[in-house]
């Protein structure tokens, strides 16, 4: 499906003056870059069955298609504007940062959210990169040139990081790594690999650390790629990393040994964060696509849009986007506000609103994607439908990145209700 144009939700928007240059060029990346890939790739992107390989993998066509769009996104200084000026970004702040991501998530589900980094791409761990990473592994992944993957969690190790297994053994100047790390996205084409391990057993907050490492390098060399998850949105993209006795050099650590805790938590950070724009564009693609549909979809002589029950529902989608929003753009000022958000330690306040806006965001992008299949009727429920992939996508949200269980846990935590 295609963009509304002249949508009656973009009054709503209210994007500040100074980012028009930057809108601009995500518009023009996306009619010269996306829109012509998303064309030719018409059959695979509309068919789940076609947009898979053999094995059930994220199909090749698509994986080259999303990373000529990284490139071209990368060139043009988009792909990384989250970025400080320093790494090679644009330094936009979290509020600018929103505007930018909810038009470019605004275009759909198909090619466009591979304009802007993800969790596989330049992601902030980049600033804790030590200058003899810059070339190899900092550069190409600002630029939009390689992927990464995060290998954070296991099968006994998702919301507490405390039970981790993963670890990684001193010998002379070398780590020996060994371990499994479960669910990770980008798990087989990664270019780049940054990995938490134990390197300091029993040592609390100072028990981890960060690796990274080029992925050809250390295939069959303690590194091997395991088995593909079948998500309940066919991503075909998520799976298992293997270590075993994999041997890496001092110079593979990202940050410092044994500060891999603040790394995690600032990745972390980084992904709630980075909801709000996301649930704000696909939100408001899902309500443009409903009042499309039931202005023209006829019931019983008179368009659905007649009804005062589906009218309703299209006021409680229209809300639970606003209100949202509305959150997440406070939430984004007063984290601007004290300067870059990646400086640590971060006070509990600020903590508590970032898990508000991943919650709030999560659960009213759910019960937007929810309202739309409904409203949708049978038409919702085929599996290759932009509303379905987006009801999909919508109920993952709520696990990875911290489970909504996690974000309430973390928000009762902070307003004194800690008890250990
Ligand atoms: C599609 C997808 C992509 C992912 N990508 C990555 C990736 O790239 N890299 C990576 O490292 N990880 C990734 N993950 C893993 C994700 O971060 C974890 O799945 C998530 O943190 C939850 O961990 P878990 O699955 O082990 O669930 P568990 O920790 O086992 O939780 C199970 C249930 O118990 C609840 N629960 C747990 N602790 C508490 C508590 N203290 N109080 C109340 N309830 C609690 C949870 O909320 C949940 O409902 C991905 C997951 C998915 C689904």
């Not at 439908?385 to 909504?404: E, H, S, V, Y």
Request: proline share 4%.
């Amino acid at each position: 499906m295609t963009k509304v144009t002249n949508s009656p939700l973009d009054v709503e928007l209210h994007i500040p003056a100074h980012l028009d240059s930057v809108i601009a060029e995500v518009t023009s990346l996306y009619e010269t870059e996306v829109a012509p890939r998303e064309a030719a790739l018409k059959h695979r992107l509309k068919d789940q069955s076609k947009f898979l390989d053999e094995q059930g993998r994220l199909h090749p066509e698509i994986i080259s298609a999303r990373r000529e769009i990284m490139a071209a996104s990368g060139a043009k200084n988009i792909y990384s504007a989250h970025l400080p000026e320093s790494l090679g970004g644009r330094g936009l702040g979290r509020e600018d940062m929103i505007y930018v991501e909810e038009h470019v998530y605004g275009y759909g589900v198909d090619l466009n959210p591979a304009l802007l980094s993800w969790s596989e791409g330049a992601t902030p761990r980049l600033l804790k990169a030590h200058p003899h990473q810059k070339e190899q592994f900092t550069d190409p992944l600002v630029k939009g040139l390689k992927t990464s993957l995060h290998g954070v969690t296991e099968t006994g190790a998702g919301s507490n990081l405390y039970d981790m297994k993963t670890n990684a053994v001193r010998k002379g100047s070398d780590w020996v790594l060994n371990g499994t790390k479960a669910y990770i996205t980008n798990y087989f084409d990664a270019d780049v690999a940054q990995v938490l391990a134990i390197t300091n057993p029993g040592g609390g907050r100072q028990a981890f650390t960060y690796f990274m490492f080029d992925t050809e390098e250390y295939f069959g060399k303690g590194y091997e790629i395991g088995q593909l998850y079948q998500t309940m949105f066919g991503d075909g993209y998520t799976g298992e990393i293997h270590f075993e006795d994999m041997v890496l050099p001092e110079s593979a650590v990202l940050g410092e040994v044994n500060g891999g805790f603040d790394i995690a938590v600032m990745s972390f950070n980084y992904t709630r964060m980075r909801r709000a724009g996301m649930c704000s564009g696909w939100s408001k693609y899902l309500i443009e696509k409903t009042l499309e549909r039931v202005k023209t979809r006829v019931v019983g002589g008179k368009p659905l849009g007649a009804k005062q029950g589906i009218q309703w529902m299209i006021a409680d989608m229209y809300l639970d986007w606003q209100q949202t929003r509305s959150l997440s753009l406070d939430v984004a000022r007063a984290i601007d506000t004290p300067g870059p958000w990646w400086n640590l330690p971060r006070p509990s306040d600020e903590v508590r609103r970032i898990c508000s806006l991943k919650l709030s965001n999560d659960e009213s992008f759910y019960r937007v994607a929810d309202r739309a299949l409904q409203i949708h009727g049978g038409l919702g429920v085929l599996r290759d439908t932009d509303i379905n992939k987006l009801f999909q996508i919508a109920r993952n949200l709520r696990i990875p990145g911290g489970t909504d269980e996690v974000q309430r846990t973390t928000i009762a935590e902070t307003l004194g209700l800690r008890f250990n």
